[in-house]
């Protein structure tokens, strides 16, 4: 079951490191969370479920398609890059136009963060799923990296969907969890989350709170 939990977006920036009252280093990424404006509420007498939808990320109106910048005009809000819902059991407290910022999290506080990893282009299955590949020696010839044998016999005479085979490596997303919120800036809008999340620098990221409940 889609777990039900209250979030909000954020932009990577990098990583850097800070230190703990006994000195010792703590690797942390710094990410640009909000301020998200609210772009719409669902409840599940109108919808058939609750949630809500964050806008995030500056951009002119121009770059956006029509009904993408329709969500924007018909609720008279500044348009932002990108959208996304947030599932949660109630939407008390969350109207349109309101604001979602940093302080919806504490320090300490252990979330799921969720990004799209980079793309790594075509990759063979050694360096995708970990291989350990052919002999090195022994008469073993053009046989050093590849899969080994993956048809099957007359039957079923096919490959099953979901072999370890070579592709595309990467540019999905990925659902990093149990992660703690070294720090708060919420004067910049940061959070320093402890450990790395996937995705690029400038790649988007959603923080969601693990207790489901809005602050």
Not at 66 to 95: Q, S
Not at 102 to 129: M, Q, W
Not at 135 to 144: N, V
């Amino acid at each position: 079951m889609r777990q039900m939990s209250m979030g909000i977006l954020g932009r990577k920036l990098g990583m850097t490191q800070i230190f703990d009252e006994n000195g010792l280093s703590i690797p942390v990424t710094v990410v640009e969370a909000g301020p998200c404006s609210v772009v719409a509420v669902r409840t599940k007498a109108s919808n058939g479920y609750s949630s809500v939808s964050l806008g995030f990320g500056d951009v002119k109106p121009g770059k956006l398609n029509k009904p993408y910048r329709g969500v924007f005009e018909k609720n008279a809000l500044e348009p932002k890059r990108w959208i996304r819902e947030f599932r949660i059991e109630e939407t008390d407290g969350f109207e349109v136009g309101s604001v979602v910022s940093v302080a919806l999290f504490e320090t300490g506080e252990t979330v799921d963060v969720i990004g799209k990893s980079k793309g790594k282009g075509f990759a063979g299955v050694i360096k995708r799923h970990h291989f350990q590949g052919g002999p090195a020696s022994h008469g073993a010839s053009k046989f050093h990296r590849e899969p080994g044998s993956a048809g099957a016999s007359s039957y079923p005479g096919h490959i099953f969907k979901g072999k370890p085979m070579p592709g595309r490596m990467g540019n999905g997303r990925v659902t990093v969890k149990n992660l703690s919120i070294a720090g708060i800036d919420p004067e910049n809008n940061l959070l320093l989350i402890k450990g790395a999340i996937p995705g690029p620098r400038n790649g988007l990221i959603m923080v969601r709170k693990q207790d489901g409940a809005p602050k």
